[in-house]
């Protein structure tokens, strides 16, 4: 009969199945990873924001330190 698939053809169809299958825990591995790397680069480009707003406020810290330093050297 035509409707009943032949071993081979059932084997074929099994293989297929566990491919699909295989790629289809691929594919959501490497989604899941993604999702991670972007969150990690997300938490490196805040923590370079705290860095460069720090770099800033012990800019402005020195600069005041100084100008106070040169007030009292006048005295």
């Not at 370079?48 to 020195?62: G, P």
Request: proline share 0%; aromatic share 4%; charged share 35%.
């Amino acid at each position: 009969m035509m409707s009943e698939m032949s071993a081979s053809e059932h084997e074929v169809r099994a293989r297929l199945a566990e491919r699909e299958h295989a790629n289809k825990e691929w594919r959501e591995k490497s989604n899941k990873e993604s999702m991670v790397a972007n969150e990690q680069r997300m938490k490196l480009s805040a923590l370079e924001n705290q860095v460069q707003s720090a770099e800033y406020r012990l800019n402005e810290f020195k600069d005041a330190v100084l100008t106070v330093v040169l007030e009292l050297a006048r005295e």
